[in-house]
């Protein structure tokens, strides 16, 4: 950070009308490392004043030069030796009481802060006084000191955060919610971390949760050995599930009588929460349909023959010229047959994906929706158990699936917004990729999914009015009912427990004449007049990771700024540096 910029946050914090103090707690068990300098270092340079540093120790180590050095650089920074140190989170209830700060972080012993990170939290706390957590970017230092790795996370996202503890190491919490919630846990030495965020979120409301989309926290990456494959997964080792963590999780679910079962989740690099199915659940999939026989028939055939799901029934929506092609309508007539099967036939119009589904909504009775493309294939057997068991969860609204093509390869894993309207996340990823942040391998939260393989409660989808019939009737229109939904007050959900096949668009067709091109055209500007503000900045994305690439890659600079300065510089490096280290995705420029 240049001279001027470091002037201009002094004159910034100056002019901060709420001056809140942050305690900063470090936890030494069994030895003083050498690093500590490093970070009391980093504390001590933060442009931030309002501080203070608390390293909680045995009493045998304050003879350590290292501890003396350290307090010597401040009157702000102590030492709190407890007679019985225990283990090092056994005392957190303790040490939180002997802070003094009304906010609270806790810092790794050989980690480093950005010297404006607490600056950055102040000024979110200034914007949002509501806050009751704050959390931000981060990245790694190896044992050169160079900075790689970074971990751009998005805004609150509930189901990622259970899926693995995401929020990562600058988490500020507001201390007196702190206090309540350290007095009634039953605190555990390990994976602790995740213990004091279940208990500190739960009954939160997402507006007391803020995300600073900073890097303002550098980990040492020689503490986390599994950060060295970090660069290809964006996984990081403190992100990766423990036995004691799913015991943890296990406990919160009980203490709160939710009923539910966890077991690591998909190549165990996640937590996966088995909700049971809702009371006598019925399932009616809506899939209208050209009556391409070589895809409609596996997909057909796929749906009754491998889904385990007890109740559903498939309404298949046809037009009546369908009955005019002999192969087709012996087709239509010999699968309606099948009681689980209800052909729904309309008069010759033109193409309205939209209002299709919603006149066969109409004609069903079921709890639940399944919209569902004609060209797709079952992959696992408890696709439709599964999107169910989640749709019925108070909160959710639309769940969307994990999407392949048919060579495997990825080709729906959430819908990202961007400036073209949206995009699939990892498209094209092989089938086992784990994603940014192992988000293949985790349920987690999306702005949208695609209406391709949707599930959702009836009476939600009526409460939203359905598709939007009369503005998107070929395209957006899954986007835009997502979108509905967040705006009500429900979130959408993406698993990777249910696998299907998806040959993309193959119903409808391609955009590809100047007819489709022009109506696309028309809905485009439709959704960019209704939804800009997400377009720009998809709240579970992150304004650091490229919008004109489905890989989740970096770019530079980002789309927006938490303030108006660059904050990524750290020992001399520039942020464009670490946006192009070769362990990270190339920078792009957009």
């Given amino acids: 950070m240049c001279e001027s910029e470091r002037e201009t946050i002094e004159k910034n914090v100056m002019s901060l009308k709420s001056i809140h103090t942050f305690s900063l707690l470090v936890f030494i068990a069994d030895r003083v490392p050498s690093r500590l300098l490093r970070l009391v270092e980093s504390v001590h340079s933060q442009i931030y004043p309002h501080w203070e540093l608390v390293i909680i120790a ?49 810092l790794g012993s050989e980690d480093c802060l950005s010297e ?41 996202s509930p189901e990622l955060f259970l899926s693995k503890n995401y929020l990562g190491d600058l988490t500020i919490y507001q201390r007196k919610r702190l206090l309540d919630v350290s007095g009634s846990e039953n605190w555990r030495p390990s994976a602790a971390r995740f213990d004091v965020n279940l208990g500190f979120v739960r009954g939160l409301d997402p507006s007391q949760i803020g995300h600073i989309p900073k890097i303002l926290y550098h980990s040492n990456l020689s503490m986390k050995p599994t950060g060295r494959t970090l660069a290809k997964s964006h996984s990081p080792g403190k992100f990766q599930p423990t036995v004691e963590g799913l015991k943890i999780l296990q406990a919160h679910l009980d203490r709160n009588r939710i009923p ?11 937590y996966r929460i088995r909700y049971p199915l809702p009371a006598n659940p019925k399932v009616s999939i809506i899939m209208p349909s050209a009556c391409k026989l070589h895809l409609l028939k596996p997909c057909v055939d796929s749906l009754l023959s491998r889904t385990s799901f007890p109740d559903f029934e498939i309404f298949l929506v046809v037009n009546e010229i369908r009955y005019a092609v002999p192969e087709q309508a012996e087709y239509l007539h010999g699968i309606g047959a099948d009681p689980r099967v209800k052909v729904l036939v309309y008069g010759d119009q033109p193409f309205n994906y939209s209002k299709l589904n919603n006149w066969a909504v109409n004609q069903t009775d079921s709890s639940f929706l399944c919209l569902l493309n004609d060209d797709t294939e079952v992959v696992s057997p408890g696709w439709l158990s599964e999107m169910v068991s989640l749709a019925g969860r108070e909160g959710f609204g ?28 990892f498209r094209f990823f092989p089938s086992d990729a784990e994603g940014y942040m192992g988000r293949l391998y985790s349920v987690c939260n999306y702005s949208a999914v695609t209406g391709a393989c949707l599930v959702v409660r009836r009476d939600l989808y009526d409460r939203v009015g359905g598709l939007d019939e009369e503005a998107f009737p070929v395209a957006f229109n899954d986007i835009d009912f997502c979108l509905k939904l967040i705006d009500l007050g429900y979130r959408n959900v993406w698993t990777p427990y249910a696998e299907l096949i998806h040959k993309e668009s ?28 997400m377009m720009e900045d998809d709240p579970l994305y992150n304004p650091n990771l490229s919008v004109i690439s489905e890989d989740f890659s970096l770019t530079f600079p980002p789309r927006k700024r938490a303030s108006c300065l660059g904050t990524n510089d750290f020992s001399g490096e520039s942020a464009e540096r670490i946006h192009n280290n070769k362990d990270s995705n190339s920078g792009r420029q957009e």
């Avoid at 193959?506 to 439709?526: M, N, W």
């Fill in 116 to 156: 404006s990170a607490l600056y950055e939290m102040a000024r979110e706390l200034e914007r949002s006084p509501s806050l009751k957590l704050v959390y931000s970017d981060e990245d790694f230092v190896d044992e050169s000191g160079n900075r790689c790795c970074p971990v751009f996370k998005p805004d609150w």
């Fill in 58 to 106: 045995p009493s045998a180590f304050q003879k350590s030069q290292i501890l003396d050095k350290c307090l010597q650089k401040d009157d702000r920074i102590r030492v709190f030796s407890p007679k019985d140190l225990g283990t090092v989170y056994s005392l957190l209830p303790l040490s939180v009481e002997y802070a003094r700060g009304d906010y609270l972080g806790f």
């Fill in 260 to 270: 539910a079962d966890t077991e690591f989740g998909a190549g165990g690099s996640s």
């Fill in 506 to 533: 193959v119903t409808r067709g391609l955009d590809d004449t100047p007819e489709k091109e022009e109506r696309f055209q028309k809905e485009f500007e439709i959704f960019k007049g209704r939804w800009e503000i």
């Fill in 398 to 425: 639309a769940v969307g699936a994990k999407l392949h093509y048919p060579n495997g390869r990825i080709q729906h894993g959430g819908v990202v917004l961007g400036r073209k309207g949206g995009f699939h996340a």
